[in-house]
Every structure is written in C-alpha cells, then in structure tokens.
C-alpha cells in the first residue's frame, strides 16, 4: 500500500535573528529587576514585561502574540514523556496551526492582563 500524498520537509527553524542566550537572559533579570516599579509607568512596564516573555519564550512573531487571546491558553497533561504544562494554539504564516509552550514567568506576567 502506498501514500498518495508525499510528506513535506519541516523547514529548519532559523534563529540568526534571536538573542544570544546570554544576552535573552540579562533581558530576564533586567525585567525581574526593575518589574516592581511603582507610579504611573507600573503598568505599562508590567505589559511591556509580559509581551517580552510571550514573544521570547515562544518566539513569537508580533502579530502572533497581538492575536493571542486571554482565554487561548490550555493546561496539557503530562503525556509520554512530555511534561504537563500550559501551552498557547498559534496559527501563523500560512494558516498554519501549532502549540507553543508558556513558561512559569510568561504565564505570572500575563495573568494581570
């Protein structure tokens, strides 16, 4: 028997335009840092925060994360071998669908909005 169809290639993810490592985390303990700041800025600091964590944990593209809803988030139980977690439905270039996972920090700072 024999498939009709033949099976597209993933394109490698290309990440020549992400951060450094280093660099993504000095970004994280700056924003930890300076988070609590009280006054009239406090709350746009807290959503510049939490547009930082959702675009650099998940990657993100801007519309991606402009689209993304309050309820879009869904908790994933953990399943062979991959851990419970929460995780965000994405439908991008393409009208392509997929799952990215949210972190502790990204899900604490988007909570408040």
Not at 10 to 33: E, F, G, Q, S
Not at 59 to 69: D, F, V
């Amino acid at each position: 028997m024999t498939d009709s169809k033949a099976a597209k290639r993933v394109a490698v993810m290309r990440v020549d335009h992400a951060l450094p490592m280093a660099l993504w985390t000095r970004v994280r303990n700056c924003m930890a840092k300076h988070g609590g700041i009280p006054g009239r800025d406090a709350a746009r600091c807290r959503a510049a925060t939490a547009l930082l964590l959702l675009m650099g944990d998940t990657g993100l593209r801007i519309a991606e994360a402009a689209a993304a809803t309050r309820g879009a988030p869904q908790w994933r139980p953990a399943d062979d071998g991959v851990p419970a977690t929460w995780w965000l439905q994405v439908v991008g270039k393409g009208l392509r669908e997929r799952f990215v996972p949210l972190s502790e920090d990204t899900l604490a700072a988007l909570s408040p909005h």
